[in-house]
């Protein structure tokens, strides 16, 4: 097993004894007594193996990075066969799940295949070489003097392929595109859900103030997002560049709209299974609807959203995310003078001076504004791709459990890639978060706006 997998493995088992520890303590501070010896006993018992397991997880921890020190990054000159043209970017990630595929899995196999078929691209049978050692790249590597190349040079080619790929990746997600708050997994931390009051000044001998607030702890648990995609084993094994821009973009788009669809939604989270969207419980008071479409309404929304993000008190990192229809709407929109009235928004992707960030999984019809120093992310940097040909899965976007339906992919000649990556998110702060909805400015035709006024031209032409 790679040592990423031990890790992941140990702190699993011990959330679930830090679990039944918090769990013994809740029960009996709920019912105001003290330990029975039984749950004495199971409280030490889990004590001692979380000890066990920090103490194992620091031992890993400490021989990846002996592992990662040897290695140093490898740059290496991409070429397409048989050209002069450079390779571009993800081809190599893509030619590396192609040999596999090709190979049915057998590592071994695929190591000759990239060798025989892409003599250009030495990179690729060095990172499938490193599969066959039982390395495993995971995070970045950094450099140093290596004293055996051919165990770094391995390692590090799976770097190379692998932030390639990621880099691919990132421009499409809205995640990657915000400056989102970082954190580790499998922590929990304390939230202010009540404010503990106010100080005032105090004479001489006078009674002081007393505050009391509320607090609660937010769990950033271990989850996973996976995606599994389908491709028929005649575009694996076809030669020619454009099935692997095919498979590149196909692997790309599938990983980014996944993830941006679910951070954007109102979906609830699922304890230990995924992270909730971004608007998932959203109280009442930051969900606003559009008051109309003339140039004050518009303006008084958008005023009335950055005046109750973080409840009025500003927001250290404020950022908009809205369709790009929308933000092509408002860089366009005209004033009565004739001039733009938001030029930063077609001049540079600024609102108000806040930063947009566009996706067309946003709807036209409403637009969120977020404060990211108060949206927590928990993240791999990597990105892990596997595939099958004899697996039966469910072609469906919402798998059911038990499955209804299940189609083979030896049946068919098909090959299914999974990708999967370690992810999850949540607001730190219900306030950091603000969704304007019902928007119509984006109808067609367009309606005419006035500056000030609050009747449309169209309602000024009836009335003429």
């Known amino acids: 097993m790679k040592i990423s997998d031990q890790i992941a493995e ?5 959330g679930d004894k830090v679990k039944a520890m918090e769990e013994l303590n809740e029960r009996i501070q709920k019912e105001s007594r003290v330990f029975t010896a039984d749950e004495s006993t199971a409280f030490d018992e889990c004590a001692d193996e979380v000890k066990r397991i920090d103490t ?3 031992k890993l921890n400490e021989l990846e990075k002996i592992i990662m020190r040897q290695a140093t990054p490898v740059v290496v000159e991409h070429r397409i066969t048989g050209g002069n043209r450079a390779l571009p970017p993800g081809i190599g990630m893509v030619r590396m799940v192609r040999a596999k595929c090709m190979s049915g899995g057998n590592v071994v196999q695929a190591r000759e295949i990239a060798r025989s078929m892409w003599r250009d691209s030495p990179e690729i049978e060095q990172a499938l070489h490193a599969e066959m050692l039982g390395l495993h790249f995971r995070a970045a590597v950094a450099p140093a003097t290596m004293a055996d190349p051919a165990w770094a040079g391995v390692l590090a080619t799976q770097q190379v392929l692998a932030n390639e790929f990621i880099e691919l990746v990132k421009p499409l997600e809205i995640v990657s595109r915000l400056s989102l708050r970082r954190v580790p997994f499998n922590v929990k931390i304390p939230r202010e859900v009540t404010p503990i009051g106010t100080a005032q000044w105090v004479g001489e ?19 996973k997002l996976a995606l599994i995609t389908g491709q028929s084993d005649e575009l694996a094994r076809s030669s020619d560049p454009s099935s692997e821009m095919l498979l590149r973009d196909g692997l790309v788009n599938a990983i980014a709209r996944t993830k941006n669809s679910e951070f954007i939604s109102a979906t609830a989270a699922v304890a230990g299974v995924r992270p909730g969207g971004i608007l998932a419980g959203l109280p009442a008071g930051q969900s606003i609807t559009s008051t109309g479409v003339t140039l004050a309404q518009i ?3 958008l005023t009335h959203m950055i005046a109750i993000l973080n409840g009025g008190e500003g927001a250290e990192r404020p950022a908009w995310i809205m369709n790009p229809v929308t933000k092509t709407w408002l860089g366009s929109l005209q004033n009565a003078m004739g001039g733009l009235q938001y030029p930063s928004v077609a001049g540079g992707s600024v609102l108000m001076g806040y930063p947009i960030v566009d996706s067309t ?23 892990s791709i596997d595939m099958s040909r004899e697996a039966s899965i469910q072609l469906d ?16 000649n098909l090959i299914f890639l999974r990708a999967e990556q370690y992810t999850y998110w949540t607001r730190a702060n219900d306030t950091a978060v603000v969704h304007l909805i019902g928007i119509t400015w984006t109808t067609w035709p367009p309606v005419l706006l006035a500056a000030t006024s609050g009747e449309s031209q169209s309602t000024k032409s009836k009335a003429a």
């Open 397 to 412: 976007s919402a798998p059911v459990d038990p499955a209804l339906t299940l189609v083979s992919a030896f049946q068919n």
């Open 205 to 223: 001998g006078k009674p002081k103030p007393f505050g009391k607030g509320a607090y609660d702890l937010i769990t950033i648990a271990l989850t």
């Open 361 to 383: 999984l946003q709807p036209s019809t409403s637009i969120i504004l977020l404060d990211q120093s108060r949206v927590l992310l928990a993240e791999d940097n990597g990105i």
């Open 10 to 14: 140990l702190q699993k088992k011990r």
């Open 299 to 301: 303006q008084a929304d």
């Open 56 to 58: 194992q997880v620091d």
